[in-house]
């Protein structure tokens, strides 16, 4: 069964840092993409990072170059979103997604991050 998990959210300080896991458990052969999106109170859920399960290549919206990195542990399955310099509208629920070979995706149950003074 597929399943993902995701751990790391909370509330911090302007300025601060947060470091989100995601576990991915189930098979990984036609996994093919490994997506952070957020989506804040009243909006829409939006693309935020993107790695590839078969390279180290990513991209990132424009608002978060610079601040956040994606990452990958292949070996233990787990997407990393390393989160610097976050500012009151970074504040939303961060979901997890795997794209797979076929068109199936997966997605998380999310985490809350919440950055106030």
């Known amino acids: 069964q597929w399943k993902l998990v995701e751990s790391g959210g909370g509330l911090v300080q302007p300025g601060g840092s947060l470091r989100l896991s995601c576990v991915i458990s189930?098979?990984?052969?036609?996994?093919?993409?490994m997506t952070w999106f957020r989506q804040a109170p009243g909006q829409e859920r939006e693309f935020v990072a993107r790695t590839w399960w078969s390279n180290d290549d990513t991209n990132y919206n424009d608002f978060v170059k610079g601040r956040f990195t994606i990452s990958k542990d292949t070996a233990n399955r787990i997407l990393h979103l390393q989160m610097n310099s976050l500012q009151p509208e970074d504040t939303a629920v961060y979901y997890c997604n795997t794209f797979h070979y076929g068109g199936v995706e997966y997605w998380g149950q999310g985490t809350q991050v919440t950055v106030s003074s």
């Open positions: 189930g098979r990984t052969f036609d996994m093919y993409a």
